[in-house]
């Protein structure tokens, strides 16, 4: 072996002393050629083909470089590597397709100095580049046996490579046949091996193998342990499966009965098939382990099936592809809902950190995962009054995500089993609401909506809401433990959306763990669009109506919103269309109509009847006494009429219509400041000693309460002591004091919106609430004018008209007394 090497070494020699300066190049594809190596190569191209024939006529030698791009069909210089290997052909098979079959041997490196032709094919001048090495350095052994000694253990992992293989390594001693041997015979890219033949220094060769191999030795020893774990585990298997077969056999010759075996046995797929976690999977062997030893007559044969039933039932590891695209869910957000930007950007807000962390691969760690999930904001709470479409933004939410929507009503609830679930101890036990809405959507990430959380109740029984702290917190609802299950369930890919009416009610716990968004009360403006883009055609779908058999025109809209609704939403609105759209189809299915019917105001009032409300402050303002008051309740802003009158008596105040302990508060505050500045407001004093005041707040039979009718309470009181009537088109809210200022007060955007809808055109508020007008409608404010006011004079200035017996003198006087209050 020795000696033919030596004499392929003299035979190599030999060619390199007459190689020419000039080479032909022949480009190879996904290949290397490395010095002292056999190669095959196909040759197909024809210029190729040409020089191999031209090569054969002359001295044999080509220059082998490898491409760099494989796609390129005729490469070009600067498209092929400069450093390669001199070969020299030893046969040429002609096949019958035209292609050639070349056999080749490498003979030493080459680097090109300069490319002389293109044409017919690739010609270069080169030089010869022979590894530096100094054959008699310490260094130069000590790389070599370590090459050989790892060669020789990768070569003892791959048992489809022949023992003689490392003999033959072991017989090289030269260290360059020894490394250019074993890199032409290893897995190793193509890129990686030019870069390999382009080292210059023989060592650097050498280390760049040992770390390869290396590598490789490491590969290979994990896949043999990985092999052996599997085989191992499968003759395991082999051999419960033959016990079992043999089992089977048994009972059969024994006559007993194999259908809770069999039962069994159905149950154990259905386990292996489910992907439970581990601890879910232990607990479901070990009640299969006490189902099997357990007779099928036995009490609790039939509570361990259902138990096992909910566990491979649940979608453990079954998730929805999220549908990232941000401009797909604008636009659904856009088809489901009008208007409503903030909770819009917020769900695309969510949808683009979504995006980016799995575009961007920002995977958290494990203590990382709660503030991640926290900060893609899956937990919202939708605020507002009824109608206004905070149950539905869940389904377009879900839509527009690509996930499945489920939805819990939490109203009246007072159990908190219905959260957890009750322990199997208990006949009829089973899993809480929360894990019967997740098997029910049949995926571990759903939208899940929990509607009226602020009407959860609680009794002896327990409190719903600590449950659904779990349930709401990122940090712990990876690991949500049902009382039935018994296990942990992973709620973290969940969006939870809660809904309410009411804040307050909310305790504060479990307002912390969401993110309020507040959804006030529609403008006449947006309750139009609502019903022509999204009501009328839904009311004409459910009542059988094809597109233009009804047409409602904008006044007639406008006639149902102001005088049959009078709400914050549109659930109303929407029942009334519905109303008109049947009596239409009655219509049009008794064959009246040809032609549709077009609904106008006063088609709307032939169908629906007379007006439900109407707008009065005009009509209950002409009397002194009387102001009108704006006012926040539970399911938007309202108009609140405040009514005062006197008699004889000795200066009592007696207050009616239910008010409440703040509310009595600021009548009485009002009457205060109103005998305090009797002169100032030109009042008899001695009224006060020889009249009682009756302070009356309608509707009756509804409580009220808060500090915010103080400004109308000493309206009211005022236009009547000094016989001026308020202004009809004037509503007004704030807090008084006793020195006569007027302070800031909440829900301005509702009690605007309410004035708003009743008709009024000018709104009184504190001075320090003019902030909160950026929140108002730009359709409502170009309506309506604003007034701000710091103290009761400016207020009774702009609410009450001017006296009607006042010398003009005096009036002119006193308007200069008084600054004016500014109109926004």
């Known amino acids: 072996m020795l000696a033919s090497l030596k004499g392929l070494e003299d035979q190599t020699q030999g060619l390199l002393a007459r190689m020419p300066e000039e080479l032909p190049i022949l480009p190879l594809r996904n290949t290397v050629a490395l010095p002292f190596a056999m190669i095959p190569l196909a040759v197909g191209i024809p210029r190729s083909v040409r020089l191999v024939e031209d090569a054969l006529a002359g001295n044999h030698l ?14 070009l210089p600067g498209q092929i590597y400069e450093v390669g290997t001199v070969a020299y052909i030893h046969r040429v098979i002609h096949s019958d397709d035209g292609n050639l079959q070349v056999i080749v041997q490498g ?39 370590t090459l050989l000694q790892v060669a020789r253990e990768v070569i003892n992992l791959m048992p489809n490579l022949p023992k003689e293989v490392a003999l033959f390594l072991e017989q090289l001693e030269n260290p360059r046949h020894l ?16 870069q390999l033949l382009e080292l210059d220094n023989l060592n650097d060769k050498m280390r760049r193998l040992i770390s390869h191999l290396t590598r490789e030795r490491e590969l290979l020893s994990l896949g043999q342990k990985i092999t052996e774990d599997a085989q191992e585990e499968m003759t395991k298997q082999q051999r419960e499966y033959f016990l079992r077969q043999q089992l089977e056999a048994i009972r059969r010759e024994l006559g007993e009965t194999d259908e809770a075996v069999a039962e069994a046995e159905e149950y154990r797929k259905k386990i292996e098939a489910a992907g439970l976690p581990e601890e879910a999977y232990k607990e479901a062997m070990r009640e299969l382990k006490r189902l099997e030893k357990m007779p099928p007559q036995a009490a609790e044969y039939s509570v361990i099936k259902t138990y096992l039933d909910w566990l491979v039932e649940l979608p ?157 917190d990122p940090q712990q609802n990876h690991a949500f433990r049902d009382h039935y299950l018994d296990v942990d369930f992973d709620l973290s890919d969940v969006i939870f959306i809660t809904t309410a009416n009411l804040l307050d009610p909310i305790p504060e716990p479990l307002r912390d763990r969401m993110e309020i968004i507040r959804l006030d009360g529609y403008t006449e403006y947006e309750k139009v669009h609502i019903a022509q883009q999204f009501l009328i055609p839904r009311q004409q779908k459910v009542n059988g109506l094809r597109d233009g058999e009804v047409r409602f025109t904008e006044d007639a809209i406008k ?194 919106l309410a004035a708003h809808r009743a008709g009024l055109k000018v709104v009184i508020l504190p001075k320090r609430n003019e902030a909160d007008l950026d929140e108002i409608p730009e359709d409502v404010r170009k309506e309506l004018e604003f007034v701000l006011v710091e103290r009761v004079d400016e207020l009774l200035k702009a609410a009450l008209r001017p006296p009607k017996e006042e010398p003009q003198e005096e009036a002119e006087a006193e308007a200069e007394a008084v600054p004016e209050p500014e109109a926004v």
């Open 107 to 145: 003979l030493e490196r080459i680097k090109i100095n300069v490319w002389t032709a293109t044409s017919p094919y690739l010609k270069a001048r080169v030089s010869l580049a022979p590894d530096m090495v100094d054959l008699e350095s310490v260094e130069t052994e000590a790389l070599r046996r």
């Open 316 to 472: 453990w590891n079954k998730l929805s592809e999220d549908n990232l695209d941000i401009e797909n869910a604008r636009r659904v957000l856009d088809e489901d809902h009008y208007d409503l930007q903030e909770v819009k950007n917020r769900i695309l807000e969510y949808l683009a950190v979504r995006k980016l962390v799995a575009e961007r691969g920002m995977v958290p760690d494990e203590s990382e995962k709660g503030d991640a999930s926290e900060a893609m904001g899956a937990i919202l709470c939708f605020v507002g009054p009824p109608g206004v479409g905070k149950t539905s933004l869940g389904r377009s939410i879900a839509r527009a995500l690509g996930r499945q929507f489920t939805r819990m009503s939490l109203g009246g609830m007072r159990d908190e089993a219905e959260i957890r679930g009750h322990r199997r101890t208990y006949i009829g036990a089973m899993p809480g609401r929360i894990i019967q809405a997740i098997k029910r959507a049949g995926t571990r990430n759903p939208v899940f909506m929990l509607d009226e959380v602020d009407k959860i109740g609680m009794d002896w029984r327990g409190d719903p809401s600590s449950a659904l702290l779990e349930v709401l």
């Open 559 to 752: 006639a149902i919103i102001r005088d049959y609704t009078r709400e914050a939403g549109v659930r109303n609105l929407e029942r009334e269309i519905g109303s008109i759209c049947r009596k239409v189809a009655v219509e049009v299915a008794a064959g009246k109509v040809s032609d549709g019917i077009e609904i106008t105001p006063e088609r709307v009032r032939e169908y629906l009847g007379k007006p439900k409300y109407y707008s009065d402050a005009a009509e209950r303002t002409e009397i002194p006494g009387v102001a009108t008051g704006l006012a926040w309740t539970p399911v938007g802003g309202d108009v609140l009429f405040i009514e005062a009158t006197k008699m004889p008596g000795k200066g009592g105040l007696t207050l009616t219509g239910q008010l409440g302990d703040v509310m009595k508060e600021s009548a009485q505050i009002a009457y205060s400041y109103v005998q305090a500045k009797a002169h100032e407001l030109g009042i008899d004093p001695s009224l006060f000693e020889k009249s009682n005041l009756h302070i009356h707040v309608p509707a009756g039979a509804v409580p009220k309460d808060g500090p915010s009718a103080g400004v109308a309470m000493i309206t009211a009181i005022t236009s009547l002591l000094t016989n001026r009537p308020v202004r009809a088109d004037v509503g007004m809210t704030g807090e008084i004091t006793l020195r006569g200022q007027v302070l800031p007060i909440g829900g301005v955007k509702q009690k605007v």
């Open 62 to 75: 080509i220059g082998l470089m490898a491409m760099k791009d494989p796609e390129i069909e005729e490469p």
């Open 179 to 194: 490394t250019y041997m074993i890199a032409a015979n290893m897995r190793m890219d193509m890129k990686e091996m030019q």
